[in-house]
C-alpha cells in the first residue's frame, strides 16, 4: 500500500511569510509524529498526535509553530512568520498504534523548508 | 531527559567488509527500546532493527545484527558483507512511553560510505 506522503517536497519561501507543510499518514494509522531535521540540531521531535489529539506540544520550538490533525488522517504543520533558523527538513511519521514492541514509526520522504 | 550519542560522525568500509557503528545513550528508564534508522539520499527514514531493553538477546536482521550491553547502555550495529546500497546516514534512536508518545530520542548520526 501507499507510504507516508508529505507536501510539498521543496519550500522556499521569505522570511515572515506563513507555510504550510501538509503530512498524509499511512491509512488507518492513529499515531503520527512531526520531526525537524537540521544541521545544527539533528533530528527533534517536534509534536505527536493520537487521533486528532495532540497531547504534548512541549516539543514545538516557539509559539509561531502550530499543528493540527483532522478526522485521524491528514496533519498539518503551520509556521507562521518564518526565520531563517527554521529551515530544516520537516519529516512526518505515522504507526499503526502505540505499541513500541511492534508498531513501527514509518517516515515520510520530508519537506525540505528554506527561508530566504 | 535521554541523550544518544554516535561518536564516529563518518565511517567507510569495503564492500563484502564488516562495519560496526557505535552508539551510547543515557537514561534512568528500565523499560525502553532501542532502534536503528537508516537515512539514504532520498531522506526517507527506514527501519533497520529495533531492540526491547527487557531482552537479553540481541536482535538480528538478516546481514544486520545489534550488540547490546544494558548496564554499559550501549547499542551497536553490526553490518555484515557490506553493499554499496548500504552507504546511508545511520541513526541510533532511544524510545519510551511518555506525553509525547513514542517519539523517537535520535542521535546526530553516523555517515557509512561503502566503496566498491
Redesign the interface.
Known amino acids: 500500500g501507499a507510504g507516508v506522503s508529505q507536501s510539498p517536497s521543496n519550500k522556499v519561501t521569505e522570511k515572515g511569510k506563513d507555510v504550510e507543510l501538509r503530512c498524509d499518514p499511512i491509512s488507518g494509522h492513529t499515531?503520527l509524529?512531526w520531526?525537524r531535521q537540521s544541521l545544527g540540531q539533528?533530528?527533534e521531535?517536534l509534536i505527536?498526535f493520537?487521533g486528532n489529539s495532540a497531547?504534548?506540544k512541549?516539543?514545538l520550538p516557539s509559539d509561531r509553530f502550530s499543528a493540527e490533525r483532522t478526522g485521524g488522517s491528514v496533519s498539518t504543520l503551520t509556521i507562521q512568520r518564518t526565520q531563517q533558523e527554521d529551515s530544516a527538513?520537516y519529516?512526518c511519521?505515522s504507526?499503526q498504534g502505540?505499541r513500541?514492541?511492534t508498531?513501527?514509526?514509518?517516515?515520510?520522504?520530508?519537506t525540505?523548508l528554506t527561508v530566504l | 531527559a535521554q541523550t544518544v550519542t554516535q561518536s564516529q560522525p563518518e565511517m567507510s568500509v569495503q564492500e563484502a567488509e564488516t562495519v560496526t557503528l557505535s552508539c551510547t545513550y543515557d537514561t534512568s528508564e528500565n523499560n525502553y527500546y532501542l532502534f536503528w534508522y537508516k537515512q539514504p539520499p532520498s531522506r526517507q527514514m527506514i527501519l533497520v532493527i529495533r531492540q526491547e531493553a527487557y531482552k537479553q538477546q540481541n536482535a538480528t536482521e538478516n546481514r544486520f545484527s545489534v550488540n547490546f550491553q544494558k548496564a554499559a547502555k550501549s547499542f551497536s550495529l553490526k553490518i555484515s558483507d557490506s553493499q554499496l546500497g548500504d552507504t546511508a546516514m545511520y541513526f541510533c534512536a532511544f524510545m519510551k512511553r511518555g506525553n509525547s508518545g513514542y517519539a523517537l530520542n535520535f542521535g546526530k548520526g553516523t555517515s557509512l560510505l561503502v566503496t566498491p
Open positions: 499515531a509524529y520531526y539533528g533530528l521531535f505527536y493520537q497531547p504534548d512541549s516539543g527538513v519529516l511519521a504507526s502505540a513500541p514492541s508498531d513501527t514509526q514509518y517516515f515520510g520522504p520530508g525540505r
